[in-house]
């Protein structure tokens, strides 16, 4: 089951760069959405793609697991990062348009789809040009790139093969399929009639959606029912999810984060063991999941794990943000937020680099290299050091001049 992080929760924060974090940098701005807290929530989102990846090239060949003790839960099932950057997208994203639907500041759409471009595509097609030339054994197959470049490869029969570098590239179609539908949203929310549409539409998309859980609604090819599954409508219930949390983070944040504050037991440690049980209830989902496999994990009838862990973490967020939380430090902080704004360099490198460092040290050293040891463990972390300076190199050189000009729209 290949999972990697979308492009995730490409926001206007994400402009930052790791400086930024606690000064702004000259040539660029932070958003009027800028939240700081979830800089680090995408820095921990990227780690559990990362050390999700990562564990298993260690046990090449990828081995399936199907127990893990707690500790490990959010490693070996860390594809629940990929559910945790959608509903990031969903919270950032919909914030604008939310606020626009409620009367206020109309969202240019032609502006919001220029930042979108400018945010994701340079280095995007970089990677599929890179990885086409890196793939294609001669002329005829550079065509293979041409359906990542358009985001075609969301569409069951269009998806060529570029292994190892496509692997992460789908969350990025689902991304974009949610960019577009996005500017629906204050249409359904400026009126009563808009509001019965929109409640209608949302009826209606949640009784697909249990048709396809339930087998009803299904593709005529298992191409076409991953396409399906992986699509906004298969991973619909996290930007959902996500929009809900920060509807109700616009709307009444300040007030819920003002009484919370009163009282006391939250105020004195009952926050921190609320959102430490809320950590462990998402362990112990995770480790049932990892019990059904991965053959459970993208049955139909599964589908709606991805509901439960959306809603998860919106809670997450939404306590982090509006709870009076002591241990904030702990998921909130300089490092996960450096992680965060380099998220997007990391997304597109970590997999094609670790993937094809480990395969070239086991092709030198066959009989050194097999699962997790002391050697194993050093090289592993000798190769992430590199993945972390190749991904800053990244986002310097190739995300930040676009960064800029994307700050300006609208300035």
Request: proline share 5%.
């Given at each position: 089951m290949s999972t990697a992080p979308p492009v995730a929760a490409l926001d206007d924060a994400a402009d930052a760069s790791p400086a930024e974090v606690t000064q702004p940098l000259v040539g660029l701005r932070r958003s009027s959405v800028f939240i700081p807290e979830l800089e680090s929530v995408r820095g921990i989102a990227i780690l559990l793609v990362f050390v999700f990846h990562v564990d298993g090239f260690a046990r090449f060949p990828f081995s399936v697991v199907r127990s893990t003790p707690l500790s490990l839960a959010f490693v070996r099932a860390g594809f629940t990062g990929v559910d945790l950057f959608f509903v990031l997208s969903g919270f950032l994203?919909?914030?604008?348009?939310?606020?626009?639907?409620?009367?206020?500041?109309?969202?240019?759409v032609r502006d919001y789809a220029l930042r979108r471009a400018l945010r994701i595509l340079p280095l995007y097609w970089l990677a599929v040009v890179v990885g086409t030339v890196l793939t294609a054994k001669h002329l005829g197959e550079l065509r293979w790139g041409v359906p990542y470049l358009l985001f075609l490869h969301s569409f069951a029969g269009v998806r060529t093969p570029l292994k190892p570098y496509d692997s992460v590239w789908w969350s990025l179609a689902t991304e974009v399929q949610f960019y577009l539908l996005l500017p629906l949203l204050p249409l359904f929310l400026r009126s009563a009639?808009?509001?019965?549409?929109?409640?209608?539409?949302?009826?209606?998309?949640v009784a697909a959606y249990v048709a396809m859980v339930r087998g009803a609604l299904y593709m005529p090819s298992v191409d076409g029912q991953m396409a399906?599954?992986?699509?906004?409508?298969?991973?619909?219930?996290?930007?959902?999810?996500?929009?809900?949390a920060a509807a109700l983070y616009r709307r009444s944040g300040e007030r819920i984060r003002e009484r919370l504050a009163r009282i006391r037991w939250l105020e004195?440690?009952?926050?921190?063991?609320?959102?430490?049980?809320?950590?462990?209830?998402?362990?112990?989902?995770?480790?049932?999941?990892v019990s059904i496999g991965p053959t459970g994990q993208i049955a139909s009838a599964y589908q709606p794990w991805h509901v439960?862990?959306?809603?998860?973490?919106?809670a997450f967020i939404l306590l982090l943000l509006l709870a009076p939380l002591r241990l904030k430090g702990l998921v909130s902080n300089r490092v996960l937020a450096w992680l965060g704004i380099v998220s997007y360099s990391i997304y597109m490198i970590h997999a094609p680099f670790m993937f094809l460092s480990l395969q070239g040290i086991r092709r030198t050293w066959p009989r050194q290299f097999e699962g997790w040891s002391v050697s194993s463990a050093l090289v592993i972390t000798a190769l992430t050091v590199a993945c972390l300076v190749l991904s800053w190199l990244s986002y310097r050189f190739v995300e930040r001049p676009f960064l800029v000009r994307k700050g300006r729209l609208g300035a």
């Open positions: 994203l919909s914030l604008p348009f939310l606020a626009d639907g409620a009367g206020g500041k109309p969202v240019v009639p808009g509001r019965r549409i929109g409640a209608i539409l949302l009826v209606g998309y399906l599954m992986n699509s906004v409508f298969g991973r619909g219930p996290l930007f959902i999810a996500g929009v809900a004195s440690g009952g926050a921190d063991v609320l959102l430490l049980a809320l950590i462990l209830a998402n362990a112990l989902f995770l480790q049932w999941l439960v862990n959306g809603a998860l973490w919106a």
